[in-house]
């Protein structure tokens, strides 16, 4: 075999970097099979003199709560956003002409401001909705859920619009004209060809659900409802023990990171789709 | 065929009713930044433009723009070297398998919770358990990483661990669309790997640069997690959203709408580029 230097330079690149990338990584699941004694005496990035998993499996208990509130909002709420946002695109591809031209770029320019922006206004909708309807929205699971529904649904919409796009057009409009309705042609034509880009919106809307913060930090009281505020709850504990909070933190990043080790092609090709490197 | 118009709208009906409502929420926003509406002044009062003064006059809004621009240029310049070394460095493997892998690696940041990661590189950051003591074993200075602006440096250090794959992977995904065969026609002409590189991918990998660039400033403008995680509202680290954020939570909502628009336009310059024709050219391609 040719010696070749440019891989040999790329080698050394990569171990250096990755090295770097991978120390918070190593330096949480280290943290957090500390002991109280361990945690409290050695640094962050000194291995565990003997592993203790008491810590890890009393963070779970702590926050299996708001685990569990987690998956109930976000499991079906991805479900329900990419399966409506996919009819809907659906639909805008069918109808083409000026819809395809111009409900795509309105649920672009949603979707790519900062979100942030967006939230006053869309609680102060809830607590009018709170009044006409005389249920509870503000600081509820149920409201919380909506409010994702509202946000993720447009970007859901947008991606699978552009996997719907890059669809063979002629194998669609055969099965339209044989008579089959919309739905028909959605269902049976539709669906299983859009398959991994339909996996790929799914794993990707999940992952962004559950590590997103700044919404139920607005839109809830206390640090119960969702994962990411039940972390952040620990934050605010000072001292100079670190072996709780991190292991809060991998307990909570869990989830996310096991559907990227075991689904990253799906979540990265979302994401290339979410940010125009895909095609 | 088209479809009928009833049966489209039936068809998008949840998703154009949410639309309508985010873009009620961008009038909204612009509608009470006109107003006193607050804590102090329940009442739509219009003032024109008067919010605005008193937003721009608000030396802790000044500092959070300065901020965020810092955060802005910084992370679009080193997200993208980062981005670009790395993505060199794995496009000199041939096997796809390696390539893939190595590429979601980078990518892992990307799937953590930022608060978790907050947490993490609070305590890297922390002077008696963190790098410091590593620093100071190693006979290297110590650095005060999170006191006063070296907290805003060393966030945004962390932003680049963050988006760093992420900007690599859309440099791999424009170094694969380059034409194999004017790769190969280098090859024949005897370029060795660094001016392949320099010579023939890169340049033809624009596309990279420009959505590395125009994502790395839209992640930027939207930074909350990882500062407020880390720091809460330290000054040196209140990015435009955090201030936003503050005036709400203490129900300032005039200002706050103020600096929603604001934040708005701010990224509507790249944002309205990008969704009505980036979109369409670069992932439709129907133009």
Known sequence: ?279 | MALKLRQFALMALPVLLFIIILWYGIGWNIYVSLTSYSLYKPRLDFVGLGTYSDLFSDTAFINAIKITFAWAALLVLLGNLVGLLIAVAIFQFESARLRSLLTSYFVYPLAVPLVASGVIWRWLFDSAKGFNVYLSKLGLPEIQWLSGWNALWSLIGVSVWVYGGFIALLYLAAFYNVPRDVIDSALVDGADALTLMAKVVIPHSKLGLLLGTIFSFLFALQMFDLPYSVLFTNPFTMTMVIYMYNKFAYMIINISAAACVFLIALSAIIVIPYATYGIRKWILKVM
């Open chain 1, 1 to 279: 075999m040719k010696f070749k230097l440019n891989v040999l330079v790329a080698t050394v690149i990569l171990v250096a970097t990755s090295t770097l990338w991978i120390l918070p990584l190593y330096a949480l699941v280290a943290g957090s099979v500390k002991s109280l004694a361990d945690a409290m005496g050695s640094p962050l990035l000194d291995l565990p003199r003997i592993p203790d998993f008491e810590t890890i499996v009393r963070a779970f208990n702590a926050l299996a709560g708001s685990m569990l509130n987690t998956a109930i909002i976000a499991i079906p709420a991805t479900f329900i956003a990419v399966l409506i946002g996919s009819l809907a695109a659906f639909a805008i591809y069918l109808r083409g002409g000026r819809v395809a031209n111009y409900v795509p770029p309105l649920i672009a320019i949603t979707t790519y401001i900062p979100y942030q922006a967006l939230i006053v206004p869309l609680i102060s909708l809830i607590r009018q909705a709170e009044e006409v309807l005389k249920v509870p929205l503000y600081d509820t699971l149920h409201g919380l859920f909506i409010v994702f529904l509202i946000y993720y649904t447009p970007m859901a919409t947008l991606l699978m619009f552009i996997f719907t796009n890059n669809l063979p057009r002629e194998i669609v409009e055969a099965a339209l004209v044989d008579g089959m309705k919309p739905m028909t042609v959605y269902r049976r034509v539709v669906l299983p060809l859009l398959g991994p880009g339909f996996v790929a919106t799914l794993i990707f809307m999940l992952v962004q659900m559950w590590n997103n913060f700044f919404i139920p930090l607005s839109m809830t009281r206390g640090y119960e409802k969702h994962i990411t505020l039940r972390i952040f709850s620990y934050v605010g504990q000072a001292g100079t023990i670190y072996n709780e909070m991190f292991a809060a933190a991998a307990i909570g990043s869990l989830p996310p990171l096991l559907i990227f080790v075991f689904l990253g092609r799906y979540f990265v090709r979302g994401l290339l789709t979410f940010t125009g490197g895909g095609r």
